[in-house]
Structures are given as structure tokens and as C-alpha cells.
């Protein structure tokens, strides 16, 4: 059976391929996709995401869109890893309805979860819409099936500066917010995992042969971010975060080790966005987290590989095994 999803998102071009993972995933059913401020401004966020929903041919699913604020601080966008249309400055067309619903996001997840359901939500950028929700419906977190977030940073260095990752930096009010009151185990794919999916020039060579169509899409929108991700961290190729929270999330195996801890975070100075992960319980608090420690990448570009290529996952797998 499928299990069901609202991806909350900023749409980014790791976003961008988490979306065309998700929609077309088999045993997930994305119910809705809801739009925050973060790697763009919302109206961006929303049109790219249109966008994968054309793509995908899934128009039918819903959009949301929230505000450009976060909770306290001044909002500063990652256009300049992303470009400034989100998607590696690819300046992609797009001739479907661009007509988002009428309810904010924020109060579309508050009533949502007003009752206990069998939806989880992905969260992919900073978490301003859930804790706005949160705020409006403190059930909120007891009445979804899981909750998964794209953020943070564990044991690794930050991608903002030297300690924060940019979702909960973008918004750490929001953050902290979300992991004092939601009331449920907060599955959190950091830096120290993410960091370890990176879409190199050999795989994007093997996916032109296997559909170049998609290939041809994927090398457009990742351009920009390869040339960012070589002045940068002088890496050949780019650090894609999104899918593996989706992928993650559809088969918990792929990122095999965790911690369980509480998890707290910085919301000025600094370490403004900083992820305080106590993990030898000086604070003596319960856990709220669960901490991804470890993935395969491997396994995850088995999965994510023969669902956007349209390609079995037997052939894949043989076919990555040999590019080792």
C-alpha cells in the first residue's frame, strides 16, 4: 500500500529533484506539496514546482503556497547557490495552470491534521509553514503518521557558515519552534548523511544513455549547482540533499544508523541555525529526534536512478556496480 506524504518545500534545484522522485515513486502517494520561503522566494518555489508537476504529468496534485517571512529574522535566499529562477538560471517554460489554491499553506497543514491520519509530511526546506501550523494546531504532530526533515547538521561542518545548514539557518526560530513542541519523533537527514549523495559528471553521462530526455532535464537544472559546488568545496559534481530525505523515507534501510537524542536550536549569534545534538544527555531531556548517522549511496542511486529513468532497479544496480 502506498504511503501517503505532504512534501513541504523550496523549490531549489535539489528540491526540483526530489519532487520528480516523489511524484512518480511507487509506493508513495503525494497527497500535497506545499511551498515555504528558503532556497527561493515562494512565487519561485511555486512555479518550480508546477514546473515538476508538468513534467511528471501529476497536475492534479495540490499547491500551497506560504509567505517570504520567516518567523523573526530577515528572509536571505539561496539563489546564489540555486540561480535566480531556482533552477541553475535553466530558465525552463512551463504552460500549465499556475494557479496555486487559495488557502495558505500554513492553515492547509493545520487543518489537515486537526484529526489523526495516516499522512506523514517531508519537510525539504526551512520549517516555517509546520511551525506555523503548529502554532495555529499544537495536535498537529501527534495527528500525523511521520515526520521527516531535511536539516540540520550533526557531526558535519555547516553549508552557511562553519556550524549551520541553510534550512535551519534560514529560519532557526522556526526550527527550535518545531523541535520544543511537535510532539513527535523528529527523523532528522543532516549534512552528515546528505553530504554523502553527490550526482557526479559519470552519472549524469549514464543517465543520457539510459534516457537521455530526463538526462538532458537533470543536466539543465544541475549545471549551475556543479559550478557552485567546484568554487566552493573544488567537488566534481553536486551535493543533491532533498531526495535522499524522500528516499529515506520510503525505505528507512538506506540510512541504516541513527542516534535517538534531544536536539535544540540556536537561534542567534554565531551559531545562529547551529544544530545542538546532546548526545551524552547533559540536559537530561527526553528525545526528541532521531538522528541519520549513516546512508548508502549506493542503494539510495539504485532507487532514486530506476524511478526517475524508468528503468528496472535490477538493471540499474548491475549497471552502478560495473561504474564502480
Same mark, same amino acid.
Given at each position: ?21 516523489? /511524484? ?5 502517494? %503525494? %497527497? &500535497? ?48 547557490? =540555486? ?20 488557502? @495558505?499553506?500554513?492553515?492547509? /497543514? ?7 491520519? *495516516? ?19 499544537? &495536535? ?16 558535519? =561542518? ?9 534550512? #535551519? ?6 526550527? $527550535?519552534?518545531? #523541535? ?11 549534512? *552528515? ?12 553521462? #549514464? ?23 567546484? $568554487?566552493?568545496? =573544488? ?6 540533499? *532533498? @531526495? ?11 540510512? @541504516? ?5 534531544? %536536539? ?45 529513468? =524508468? ?8 549497471? /552502478?556496480?560495473?561504474?564502480?
Amino acid at each position: 500500500m502506498k504511503q501517503k506524504i505532504i512534501i513541504d518545500c523550496d523549490p531549489g534545484i535539489d528540491d526540483a529533484l526530489a519532487l520528480l522522485y516523489a /511524484l512518480q515513486h511507487k509506493d508513495l502517494e %503525494v %497527497v &500535497a506539496i506545499t511551498i515555504t520561503e528558503g532556497n527561493v522566494p515562494v512565487e519561485l518555489g511555486m512555479k518550480n514546482a508546477f514546473k515538476i508537476r508538468e513534467l511528471t504529468h501529476r497536475t492534479e496534485i495540490p499547491v500551497y503556497v506560504g509567505t517570504n517571512f520567516p518567523l523573526k529574522r530577515e528572509f536571505v535566499s539561496a539563489q546564489d547557490t =540555486h540561480g535566480f529562477d531556482g533552477l541553475g538560471e535553466s530558465n525552463l517554460t512551463i504552460s500549465s495552470n499556475l494557479t496555486a489554491q487559495s488557502e @495558505p499553506a500554513s492553515d492547509f /497543514l493545520a487543518r489537515i491534521f486537526t484529526e489523526k491520519t *495516516d499522512i506523514s509530511l517531508i519537510a525539504l526546506g526551512p520549517l516555517t509553514n509546520i511551525a506555523r501550523a503548529l502554532q495555529k494546531n499544537a &495536535a498537529l504532530g501527534q495527528n500525523l503518521s511521520r515526520f521527516v526533515s531535511m536539516g540540520g547538521s550533526y557531526k558535519s =561542518h555547516g553549508n552557511c557558515s562553519p556550524v549551520a545548514e541553510y534550512n #535551519y539557518w534560514c529560519d532557526p526560530d522556526a526550527a $527550535q519552534f518545531v #523541535y520544543a513542541h511537535l510532539g513527535k519523533t523528529i527523523e532528522m537527514v543532516g549534512l *552528515d548523511v546528505t553530504r554523502k549523495i553527490v550526482l557526479t559528471p559519470n552519472l549524469l553521462e #549514464y543517465m543520457s544513455k539510459i534516457n537521455p530526455e530526463v538526462a538532458n532535464f537533470v543536466a539543465k537544472i544541475t549545471r549551475f549547482y556543479f559550478d557552485f559546488h567546484w $568554487q566552493y568545496e =573544488h567537488l566534481i559534481g553536486c551535493v543533491i540533499n *532533498d @531526495p535522499l530525505a524522500v528516499a529515506y523515507f520510503a525505505d528507512a534501510t538506506i540510512c @541504516p544508523d541513527f542516534i535517538e537524542s534531544y %536536539v535544540d536550536i540556536v537561534t542567534e549569534g554565531i551559531a545562529l541555525g547551529q544544530t545542538i545534538v546532546d548526545d551524552h544527555d547533559f540536559y537530561k531531556k527526553p528525545s526528541n529526534s532521531k538522528i541519520l548517522t549513516q546512508t548508502q549511496s549506493i542503494k539510495f542511486y539504485e532507487d532514486f536512478l530506476s524511478v526517475i529513468l =524508468h528503468t528496472e532497479k535490477s538493471i540499474i544496480a548491475k549497471d /552502478l556496480a560495473e561504474l564502480k
